[in-house]
């Protein structure tokens, strides 16, 4: 049972609308904060986008995502599930990139991380781009390849872009199956979509043996079951979750920066995260929310509900584990 | 068979976009002009959201619902219902609040639908926020409860908000079963979501009898089989029908205040609509457009839409009984 | 296997928001350009709305698309089609209306497209409003009547508008019946919905032996069902293909004059062009995109990538013959 | 003294968000309600874009600037002009047109204003885009040609578009000098800027003796001393006053459709309009409003702030005769 | 010289756009907070607009100016002014309104400032409506009635509202001064415009000896000379400074419930804060930023750009007395 | 007298919303075209801001800003110059940046930049960020340094950012002068602005002997005060043009990334382009366009006005070399 200090300030004291806006009205304590030691999952912002390489924005999407975050109540409606009396949860604040070097911002985000995993803290992201999966990854896949659910339009397992470079928001998973940070056999991608240059990616997947469920199969065998295999293929071992916002259809989420039409609903899209349940989360993030193209909100407040169910079940799957 | 006074102006004569914009193009009829004793459905505005806690702007409603619903023209695509030729219908303009104070509001209101009522006018208002279907209510049901099909994705049966305030958006349902307006076993609440502060109004819903769909539910069943048994819920007694926009899901209508995303899509919108084809509807309403944050409009036509697919079934309903 | 001069430029050398946006980044090839005769399949640009006589704007359709257009890769997600592999394509431009006539209009579209099928090039239009399709069909048609698949929310049958005007966008089809340029048992309409001022359309349709499939049916049915009816209506012979993004739900499509609510989401609106593989296309057009109601794009992109997939069928269907 | 039935709904009895808009509050009053006779000023509006040969819209503008005309309040702020309480003033409604024909729409608005005048009330006119002067002074100067006040960034002096069109936006007085509507020596056009196809208006300016007022000499001299030129010009007799809302600087009137930068700012916008007083006003219009480009409202709030300083110098005027 | 706690973070340590927003990335430190009693200026939100009667809004008003104030850098670029370095200066959080009671509202807001009086704290607040200056001023005039400069359209001084309503956003000043909050000969209200209902609000100033200057004067004068008679007004004495955002014209602050036209720009609106050095400030407030009628953030970024105008010369004021 | 191939697309002809949109309508003449040797002004797209270190967005500048160029005439309203009839000018495409690298970015710019100045085309460039003037610089001022007018609301001046890194959009002008590509004696920056972190930029530019020009003293002195002293301080010799959006008010130039209020109107920012007539330009820039922050295209209008007065000085000064 969590002490009180980590309890978000309630909209019955306090108009949901007021106050500065930490992520879901969560204290903020921040590494160096005395507090830390006793919290149990932190939610980061990534405020980064120095891996896009089409339309940016994505390093504001953890202002937008906190500011919409206040709107989200303390009970799951779905589950009755209330994360926030089941273990402690923090704002961890941002982890601070470089907008000017892709190389330095890698290794800031890394290091922050490192004192996260070090400090017993299961991360949940707000991106940010899908490239801040890689450090991410990086610090928590130290010592042993995990497992990854990965919400997305894109595989994201390109080799290089634009002449071999080889850190964008198209690459990272590819980095982290060459640096054996994702046992690919373990990874489910589900969502997968739009045009494409050539069959690269693809063609990796399967040799790598990374599952690939195209959105035309996830629309003809449902979430259920599809989620059912993604459950499958990660079993019972550690097992990252990577969301990126695209996956869901642009009318829902539109303020994005490759948006590909044809995707799932807004239920559907929480409905894939709450069936994570039993599913032996280390992390999750969501990324590529890219306020400047839904100034609105509403893609962020549909990013926050997906990451309170994520919370949800991180929640749980902590909570079982004390 | 109505008379011509009362025929919207037709897009053949004058361009839809034109013209002083009233209700789906019908004629302004207020309560003391002399022909309101041939009216028998009045669409009203209730521009009004002195019981909004979080985000402002229903008091908006009427103006753009009225500009968007001269876009209505007079046949019902999909059942061919021409209500206007069963039935005298008129726009009877707005009831005036009181934007410095609920108390008074309320009053105003239920002295402007006590008239309504005593002209044997029913009402079809378009809000206006969730508040104000409790002074509706209360001219309606004056002489005894009645049943409610209530769109929504909260309960709006909250026993009081912030230290015991008693009229606000959220608590204008629980006002009504404890006035006697509303007979709790006959209420069907359906689309219900979102993250919650707690269980307190599900917990009155189950001891009174409300009956409560939820959005898991509703996605799982469909729209005909809930509102079969919706039908079943308010039998062949009178029955308030209370649409609240934030029922459907905000990529839809994101012109509401309190958007929580996973709703129906608009195709369902309007079919829920459709199914209260039968029941026995004393008035209706469509609350909770709030124009600000939505310009566009888009909003407010899918809630002109649906109000036109009620008023179908009210004026169905009329006409047989004449 | 068509030259290099024809392949669209790629992403990977400059980046897909750079440089002057033609249709899907092909070469622009104008008539009078020699390399006009290797062309088979032109995409033309109709910024005419001459006949639009609700809210105006597609006039600017074409602009956007193009814009939005660079960001259609080389190869189907679904299907795997590289249609630029298969056939020579290239942006032949505008079609240049003359904005202060109907009439004049007409006739210059008419001549355009007369030199593209005698140049032996098959046409895909970006409109533009409806009638746009007219003066195509009278080029198309020329040497006798064709069928159509034709996807909106209405008719386009009227007989006239506001007294007696025979051209507007709400009366294109019923021209080219009476023209013979369509063979009315050839013809399919999916997707019909709204509120209709009378049955004179309907009626019509029926007369003359025009399938209409409303929406409700298609929901109730599905894509498949409806599109295998579909390709048996128009059989082996030649087809047009007309697509009015108003097709699609405005949830998905804001940016066009006459929304109607209630329609397929984008899934199914990619779904059912793709279902015309195999039918005997000699041309096609996606009409009524307005982009002053949608400057975010999403509706031009959407659009794009429905003529991405009608070009792979057209392509195929080249590719066949040849 | 009016009587009390022209007096504008006050926003004390019911908010000025509220009730069904007409142009400032006041009664709806067609041409064949009774109480017309005794009308002074009437406010028409004209939904009409015809003649637009670039970015449409202003077929829109009198719903939404009689939207925002009802937070004009009844006393003028600078002056203390009360014209409701000088002259009795109403809102005529539209006059309607024929969106698919020029012709027709020129014919309908001429009959229109015909009965207006025969009508002894003066017109204030909402467009719209400019061709709508054309059919509104071919009613007022029936009876010889008057003078002009015209404020705008084009002349709209050109003799013909896009291959011989003569009824554009951009010819209206053109046509009105060479059929004597308007006295060429007696009209002044301020404002004038942006790039130019060429020099053929300026010509026919020089040649028929109209005074243009370019924006840099605007600039230089400043609206009082344009102003007293513009009285002189035009001198005591009867006079037109036309005002094209892209006169203003784009950044105050975004919602135009060719907006020219470098234009006046607000305060100007409003000052040019008082210092009509003294001039004999025989009517006024306000055009080029075109909302899909501006859906804030802010355009139109300062077009009706405009047509309120207009409406004040006319009611002065008309008063000082009775 | 303040210690380095109260030093706002440096974009280059953290970019501008990453972290929790507070305003200009200075500590928040709430009142129970143990650092409150070495914090000289408190920038305070006050999200709460229950005395609003038209656009409902600025309850979002602390949010967006926090958002956008971390793009306030540390130095004033006209005046070299280092305000953090001056004194110590803190964000003190949001005071909590009930958004369900203007009368419990008013409550909680001056219990709020007390506090914030008591700690010897000099108050900066982000709006809310007008209607916020009353219960501030009775904190800071608790001991005597203070001077005011006041910029706005609106005088603010209206006795009631609607039947009597005493407590508006139209009435804080009439309270103010009636409560003897106000010494009104020591008032001064710049840039009033607009059009009015009447005189009652003129003709409470001219008695009570409030000094108006209407917009017309003030373009006259300009803002140098209309300052030096500011400063003359209020003298060497206690002043409070409000600052109503619809003071600016609307095409610089468009984001405001009650815009007027024809007002100052940009650099006008800096300049008088700026020329508010000398004065003897004790608080200031800068109100009537509503976001939902300005997403992009552009009326919030000139708000806290002038208070930032208004610290600079606030912190100049509290570092002379120390 | 250039040749017709080189006359930019008429409006008469074919409308200016219409047609694949290049730079003013010119022919778009690719650096291997041969036509190349013809042009004497070619007009080239940056799309690049990888030195944005803040809100990003301007690499989708030159689309915008090719768009919104249809819109300009032929000839300019204030001064009557016809460029397009004066010299040579072609749409030379855009030079390709490398998204993912900013190294490989500034390569392919200068190499980019060689070609052009080698081909005797003097450039005007559409960024892009403002990174993007030091590749430019580096070509065009290979043999020698130049002078520079240089408007902004930033100096651009500072050493570094973020510990250290050297090539960002607040950095391009210190590089510039490192590397002996400007000479800052001949250096003037005009509507410096905004609050600042500290005076290292200042400092640098009072000790190199940059003239700074701050808003305030621009305000006092007006345009053609200042631009007297501009041209003065560059005098006869080779000169450079740079012209950030930002050096506008946000008001009229809201889409730019760093905007500072309190700038020039958008007729001042016409006229000091104009009076920049006499320079000996060899090149100038428009840059900080970022459409994401502007959809309506406002400022991408105003920004390729200001780009076409410039034109029209480059063309003035190209013919009288010839």
Redesign the interface.
């Known amino acids: 049972m969590p002490d009180s200090f980590f309890h978000p300030v309630?909209?019955?004291?306090?108009?949901?609308?007021?106050?500065?806006?930490?992520f879901m009205r969560l204290p903020?304590v921040d590494l160096d904060n005395p507090r830390i030691r006793d919290v149990r999952i932190g939610i980061i912002?990534a405020?980064w986008?120095g891996?896009?390489?089409?339309?940016?924005?994505p390093?504001?999407g953890?202002?937008q995502l906190?500011?919409l975050s206040t709107?989200?109540?303390?009970?799951?409606?779905?589950t009755?599930v209330r994360p926030f009396e089941l273990v402690n949860c923090a704002?961890l604040?941002?982890v601070?990139?470089?907008?000017?070097?892709?190389d330095?911002s890698l290794k800031r985000m890394t290091a922050f991380y490192d004192r996260v995993v070090a400090a017993g803290i299961m991360p949940l992201t707000a991106g940010g781009d899908h490239l801040c999966s890689l450090p991410i990854l990086r610090s928590l896949a130290k010592d042993g390849s995990v497992g990854m659910i990965h919400f997305d339009s894109h595989t994201d397992l390109y080799k290089s872009?634009?002449?071999g470079?080889q850190?964008?928001h198209g690459t990272p998973f590819r980095r982290a199956v060459e640096e054996g940070l994702l046992d690919p056999k373990r990874v489910i991608q589900i969502g997968?979509?739009?045009?494409?240059?050539?069959?690269e990616d693809r063609e990796f997947a399967d040799s790598a043996g990374v599952r690939v469920v195209?959105?035309?199969e996830f629309?003809a065998r449902g979430p259920e079951d599809v989620m059912a295999e993604a459950r499958d293929i990660v079993g019972e071992r550690e097992t990252y979750v990577s969301y990126d916002i695209d996956f869901v259809?642009?009318?829902?989420a539109?303020g994005t920066g490759?948006?590909?039409?044809?995707?799932p609903?807004?239920?559907q899209?929480?409905q894939v995260a709450r069936l994570l349940d039993g599913v032996n989360i280390i992390g999750a993030d969501l990324v590529e929310v890219s306020p400047?193209?839904d100034?609105?909100g509403?893609t962020a407040?549909?990013g926050v509900?997906v990451m309170?169910e994520m919370l949800c079940n991180m929640a749980l799957s902590v909570a079982d584990r004390h």
Do not use: K
């Open positions: 309630s909209g019955f004291e306090l108009p949901r609308f007021a106050g500065v806006p930490t903020l912002g405020p986008d891996g896009t390489t089409n339309r940016p924005g390093r504001h953890p202002r906190r500011d709107m989200i109540r303390a009970q799951n409606g779905a009755g704002d604040g941002d601070g990139p470089n907008p000017a070097s892709v330095d872009y634009f002449g470079m850190y964008t997968i979509r739009g045009t494409a240059y050539d069959n195209p959105i035309e629309h259809d642009p009318a829902f539109p490759t948006p590909e039409v044809g995707g609903n807004s239920f899209a929480l400047p193209f100034p609105s509403a407040f549909l509900s309170f």
